[in-house]
């Protein structure tokens, strides 16, 4: 096409990283720091993904012990009460953290915002270890960019690789600027839906393997001016995080309307703000479709109005003068498509007791992908322990089946059925990010593929920079 062979040339780049969510933000920030000149791509506005401009501030998996909400339920504990004493994520994450702190704009790890004030909100949401504020999340994973000599380019679509037989050349992007041409030595694909392993022609799989079933998608919601002790004080007395009876009370009074049957809240950083997750959501959205997101998003946005102008107004307590802060800039998609590899990631993998010698990154998260059932949706796995409270992520899942010089992270890496579920979450996603990072650092050095490079290398590296990677 004319405006591909007409495009501008920039300056060779030993790693190009497409797309800049979590896992963007640990490979590009490990590739740099090790010396390789770096250049990450991202569409948005700002680093984070789903966790900045998709509202959806907390990490989850940084430690492991986590359970299914509904055996926390079963079982009649809180948050606070569950055992955290196995970290799971370090190095670039910790350094997150640190940024985070130092800017006086998270809670956690390990434990839920304005829990301080209202314990009862302990009993809200699933886990999420680290919450956070989102512009300063924004401000803090640019400085983290800058300080590692990591190149951003915002606003960056990536289109597609330049392939020549099975190596990759460069990366083909559009911005204002026109159409752009980054040659490079090594691609890590961190799109979430490994647009460039699949362009490039590489075996991909999307949804289950056997249905082809997604996973709900949706549109996150934020709502302000709450009376965060109305819902404390509302948990507390009816032990029914999930209000559920007050869903069944609004659907009664309103049939015509298309209200949950339960709502999941969480609480964010500031008093009085809470994130709508559960609600907000709906299956059937492909998200490798821009039509499907399109559709979505304004659904999305319809839907957070009505449940904050019929269900929270005049059904949640506390919530009578609340307004909608924000919705998402873009929804929240759990799984697309994933690679094919040599050494995926099993669900047979994680619940054996092997300990794989090419383990570079850990996954703190339980199993929690729901399925589709006859008699609904369920998590097939939620009874369902990890073997060593953490889940391990093998090298070879990042590695396309037949590939040279491009690896994924985040949730695109292969792992097949349940096993996406632990190997998903956002922090476990900057782990491996780090890992294929550093890997991309050390093919270059060798002047070596993905899959020759030497993993005592790889895992002595990794130790070294803070990343827990041991079962």
Known sequence: ???????????????????????????????????????????????????????????????????????????????????????????????????????????????IAQTDKYPGLDRLGCHDELTFDIEIGKRAFDELAEESGLDVLYYSHALGVNKSENHINGVFLSNKSGILYVPCRTVIDCTGDADMVYDAGYETCKGDRITGEMTHAGLVAHIENIDSSKIDEYINTTGDPWFKQICKKALDENPELDLPERLIIFPMVEDGVFMVNGGTSKPGVDGTSGFDRTELTVWGRKRAELLVEVLFKKYIPGAENCKLRLTAYYPGVRETRRIIAEKPLTEELILSTQKPEDTVALAGRHFDLSRKTDSGRTQPFANKSLPFGVAGIPYGALIPKGSENIIVAGRCIAAEGQALGPARIMSTCMAVGEAAGTAASLAVKSNTTFIGVDIKELRDTLRKNGAIIDL
């Not at 640990?26 to 680093?47: D, P, Q, V």
């Not at 339920?73 to 970290?87: A, D, H, M």
């Open 1 to 111: 096409m004319d405006f591909i062979k007409n495009a501008i040339e920039l300056d060779e780049y030993d790693v190009v990283v497409c797309g800049g969510g979590p896992a963007g933000i640990g490979a590009g920030i490990a590739a740099a720091k090790s010396g390789m000149k770096t250049l990450l791509i991202e569409a948005n506005g700002c680093l984070g993904g789903v966790s900045t401009a998709g509202a959806l501030p907390f990490f989850l998996g940084a430690y492991g012990g986590s359970i299914p909400y509904n055996k926390m339920l079963e079982l009649g504990i809180s948050y606070s009460e569950l055992n955290r004493t196995r970290k799971a994520v370090g190095g670039v994450f910790d350094k997150m953290i640190e940024k985070l702190n130092e800017k006086h704009g998270c809670v956690g790890p390990c434990k």
